[in-house]
């Protein structure tokens, strides 16, 4: 069987010391051991997984829609992407049962070549999304008691200032009027951009010390009101 050889370091990748070279050397062995003709070796410096729009990753599709081999191998799946909607595109098109490509990770065993190694590449996938999932409840949920503590988290918004301790905020007077007018005026009824529109002409500054509101900055203020509650 026909095989490319995929390698990918992120900037974080080649600090901590994962080099495109020990990624290449583990491919070859693997190729060796099971007896895959490694037809070209693609290569990523320095990039991210977050997207597929790589130029070695994109080569090595472009050959696999060719024809001109029979399957991707890699030490990990994350040097792929850790997308999984990227990689449901991978399957559909390339890995999966009837695109008919192979897959090969090293670090994973995976070989879908068979159906458990098929198998095992989806059960990893949803583990992973499930992980990042929970990794990105568990921020949010710190954020929000952050912010109900009077903490900054990233800019300060409408309605407050940053104390001298440089870390509580504490409340801008004249910004929280503005948040019970523009609640005020939403009880009554108005429109996001009728809000905007009505807090421009009365010559209210934005947090950014514009004069023109829009309706988006508006429908945040509203809604970061409602979560606070």
Same mark, same amino acid.
């Given at each position: 069987?026909?095989?490319?050889?995929?390698?990918?370091?992120?900037?974080?990748?080649?600090?901590?010391?994962?080099?495109? @070279?020990?990624?290449? $050397?583990?491919? #070859?062995?693997? /190729? &060796? !051991?099971?007896?895959?003709?490694?037809?070209?070796?693609? +290569?990523?410096?320095?990039?991210?997984?977050?997207?597929?729009?790589?130029?070695?990753?994109?080569?090595?599709?472009?050959?696999?829609?060719?024809?001109?081999?029979?399957?991707?191998?890699?030490?990990?799946?994350?040097?792929?992407?850790?997308?999984?909607?990227?990689?449901?595109?991978?399957?559909?098109?390339?890995?999966?049962e009837?695109?008919?490509?192979?897959?090969?990770?090293?670090?994973?065993?995976?070989?879908?070549?068979?159906?458990?190694?098929?198998?095992?590449?989806?059960m990893?996938?949803?583990?992973?999304?499930? @992980?990042?999932?929970? $990794?990105?409840? #568990?921020?949010? /949920? &710190? !954020?929000?008691?952050?912010?109900?503590?009077?903490?900054? +988290?990233?800019?300060?918004?409408?309605?407050?200032?940053?104390?001298?301790?440089?870390?509580?905020?504490?409340?801008?007077?004249?910004?929280?009027?503005?948040?019970?007018?523009?609640?005020?005026?939403?009880?009554?009824?108005?429109?996001?951009?009728?809000?905007a529109a009505?807090?421009?002409?009365?010559?209210i500054?934005?947090?950014?010390?514009?004069?023109?509101?829009?309706?988006?900055?508006?429908?945040?203020?509203?809604?970061?009101?409602?979560?606070?509650?």
């Open positions: 069987m026909k095989v490319l050889l995929y390698t990918r370091v992120s900037t974080t990748d080649q600090i901590n010391g994962i080099s495109l @070279e020990a990624q290449e $050397a583990k491919l #070859r062995s693997y /190729a &060796a !051991l099971y007896d895959l003709q490694v037809v070209e070796t693609l +290569v990523d410096a320095g990039e991210s997984a977050k997207s597929l729009k790589r130029g070695g990753l994109q080569r090595a599709l472009y050959l696999l829609r060719a024809g001109q081999a029979d399957g991707l191998a890699v030490v990990a799946l994350d040097r792929l992407t850790r997308s999984i909607r990227d990689w449901q595109i991978l399957i559909d098109d390339y890995f999966g009837k695109a008919g490509k192979q897959l090969f990770s090293v670090a994973d065993s995976i070989d879908t070549r068979t159906a458990a190694g098929r198998l095992v590449l989806n990893l996938l949803c583990v992973s999304q499930w @992980e990042r999932e929970m $990794a990105g409840e #568990r921020t949010r /949920a &710190a !954020l929000r008691h952050k912010i109900r503590n009077g903490k900054r +988290v990233g800019k300060v918004r409408f309605g407050h200032d940053l104390a001298p301790d440089g870390i509580s905020l504490v409340p801008n007077p004249a910004e929280q009027q503005t948040i019970s007018l523009i609640r005020d005026l939403r009880d009554a009824g108005r429109t996001l951009r009728q809000i009505t807090l421009t002409e009365k010559g500054l934005t947090k950014e010390g514009r004069t023109a509101w829009t309706h988006t900055a508006v429908a945040r203020i509203l809604e970061r009101e409602q979560k606070a509650a």
